[in-house]
């Protein structure tokens, strides 16, 4: 079970104090969500913030790229100390060579979809990719309210990856609090990202410990299996 705070939710004018207090939050992730202001309808930050932030933790760095030419990016953001990059399936055709310069640079590979993509569209990389990260909310801005409709993407999602004996990590992002965490981790998911829950809370390693207790008790694995968790 990951735990991701974002950036995004942290305050803007203490980027290195923020990125220290997820570093003793107890936190397994952080992660960075770059907007372009063309794939989505906001800016937030560059590899210059990245760059910036890197000598402050030995947390892994999940860098989400929601932009449209991730292309010139991805060179940036993995000299900058990115530990994974996500690029969006919504780029088509381009996502082949995306996914392959990203692991040609050392980095793991994720790969997301937004709402109103057919979850469909990621079947071909399944075993091309570390993370899939299904979109909660429509990219763009923190604070908005989880969908719900997303949830049967990650239920499959996490059949896939049991069909195919694959172990690629589900994430989701995007309105995870303490209620929907449980439901994302009922329906497979292991990864949370999660901005405004965390970063608005004064005491974030509680809220840390608090959201992976919630998701470690929902997990998918343990509500399936009650009586082999029970014996072992
Ligand atoms: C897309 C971003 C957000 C964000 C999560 O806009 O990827 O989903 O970091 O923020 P909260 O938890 O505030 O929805
Ligand atoms: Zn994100």
Redesign the pocket.
């Known amino acids: 079970m990951i735990i991701a705070p974002?950036l995004?939710a942290a305050n803007y004018g203490q980027f290195a104090k923020e990125t220290l207090r997820a570093d003793r939050s107890g936190a397994d992730w952080l992660?960075l969500?770059i907007m372009d202001g063309h794939f989505v309808p906001n800016i937030s930050f560059g590899p210059g913030v990245v760059r910036t932030i890197r000598p402050l933790t030995r947390l892994f760095f999940d860098v989400?790229l929601?932009c449209s030419k991730p292309e010139i990016l991805l060179e940036p953001f993995a000299k900058a100390g990115a530990d994974e990059i996500?690029v969006h399936v919504e780029l088509g055709e381009r996502v082949p060579q995306l996914l392959w310069k990203i692991r040609s640079l050392g980095k793991k590979v994720g790969l997301?979809a937004n709402p109103p993509t057919a979850i469909s569209e990621v079947l071909p990389y399944l075993d091309q990719i570390d993370s899939l990260?299904v979109?909660t909310v429509n990219?763009g801005f923190g604070g908005q309210e989880f969908i719900h409709e997303t949830l049967p993407k990650v239920q499959q999602a996490d059949a896939w990856r049991r069909e195919r004996s694959l172990s690629y990590h589900i994430g989701v992002?995007?309105g995870v609090n303490f209620k929907t965490a449980a439901e994302c981790a009922r329906a497979g998911a292991d990864v949370f990202?999660s901005g405004t829950t965390l970063f608005g809370q004064r005491n974030l390693k509680a809220a840390v410990k608090k959201m992976r207790q919630i998701v470690t008790s929902s997990h998918a694995s343990i509500a399936r299996a009650p009586a082999a968790a029970a014996v072992s």
């Open positions: 974002s995004l992660h969500d989400h929601m996500i997301s990260l979109m990219p992002d995007g990202v």
